[in-house]
C-alpha cells in the first residue's frame, strides 16, 4: 500500500522558515520524481515544486529563490524547506509520487498525500 505522509507544519511569522517533509512508502522511493503543491483558502491547488529520480529540480515563479526541495533517498523522504515566508504563502501543503516527473509538474502525480497546513501570520 502506497502512503505519503506531510509532517512539520505549522504557524510561523513574516519572513521566517519552515521545513516541511514527506515521507513516503509501499513504492521503490529511489525511481520516483516527487513534488509539492498547495492549496490556499478558496483557490484551486498549484504546483510549487519537483524533484526528479536523478535529483534534477524545477520551481514555479513564485517558490524560485526562497523554496528548495531536496530528497534523502536512504528515509525515503521529500523536503520542502521555505525561507522569507509571506502571509500569501498561507496554504495546505501536498507532496505528491509519480514516475514520470511531467505528470508532477502538470499536478497529475499518481499519488497524493493528506496536507500539512502551513500559516504564516504575526
Known amino acids: 500500500q502506497v502512503q505519503l505522509m506531510e509532517s512539520g507544519g505549522g504557524l510561523v511569522q513574516p519572513g521566517g522558515s519552515l521545513r516541511i517533509s514527506c515521507l513516503i512508502s509501499?513504492?521503490?522511493?529511489?525511481?520516483?520524481?516527487l513534488g509539492w503543491y498547495r492549496q490556499a483558502p478558496g483557490k484551486q491547488r498549484e504546483f510549487v515544486a519537483v524533484i526528479s529520480s536523478g535529483g534534477t529540480t524545477f520551481y514555479e515563479d513564485f517558490a524560485k529563490g526562497r523554496f528548495t526541495v531536496s530528497r534523502d533517498n536512504d528515509k525515503n523522504t521529500m523536503y520542502l524547506l521555505m525561507n522569507a515566508l509571506k502571509p500569501e504563502d498561507t496554504a495546505v501543503y501536498f507532496c505528491?509520487?509519480?514516475?514520470?516527473?511531467?505528470?508532477?509538474?502538470?499536478?497529475?502525480?499518481?499519488?497524493w498525500g493528506q496536507g500539512t497546513q502551513v500559516t504564516v501570520s504575526s
Open positions: 509501499g513504492v521503490r522511493f529511489e525511481i520516483y520524481s
Open positions: 505528491g509520487a509519480s514516475t514520470d516527473p511531467n505528470e508532477i509538474v502538470a499536478g497529475r502525480p499518481v499519488h
